[in-house]
């Protein structure tokens, strides 16, 4: 099974930017659609975007098109979430996810998590 790291979170103020990454070790990366979720205090899990194993990108999350954009660098091993124009709305915390079989309906449902990383908007 796919390990994943997430880092990268931290605090940021509003309208700042911050780009998120993920580790993935125990096999390649080019076997799996990489997502990248949220979470808030209270709320369920919320799928955003993801990329398959061709590049393609997929948004679940209205409210982040324009703002965040996810690449992968498979020689690396590594993906990245780049989030611009930060809203406190978006301080959560931010997990990647992988599955091989693509990208999940509705951003959830992968085979496997990272811990996730926490994301601070304020002023």
């Known amino acids: 099974q796919v390990q994943l790291v997430e880092s990268g979170g931290g605090l940021v103020q509003p309208g700042g930017s911050l780009r998120l990454s993920c580790a993935v070790s125990?096999?390649?990366?080019?076997?799996?659609?990489i997502g990248w979720l949220r979470q808030t205090p209270g709320k369920e899990r919320e799928g955003m975007l993801c990329i398959s194993r061709s590049g393609d990108i997929t948004y679940y999350e209205d409210s982040v098109k324009g703002r965040f954009t996810i690449s992968r660098d498979n020689a690396k091993n590594m993906v990245y979430l780049q989030m611009d124009s930060l809203e406190p709305e978006d301080a959560a915390v931010y997990y990647c996810?992988?599955?091989?079989?693509?990208?999940?309906?509705?951003?959830?449902?992968?085979?496997?998590w990272g811990q996730g990383t926490q994301v601070t908007v304020s002023s």
């Open positions: 125990g096999s390649t990366l080019d076997g799996y659609a």
């Open positions: 996810a992988a599955d091989d079989l693509g990208c999940p309906p509705y951003g959830l449902g992968y085979d496997s």
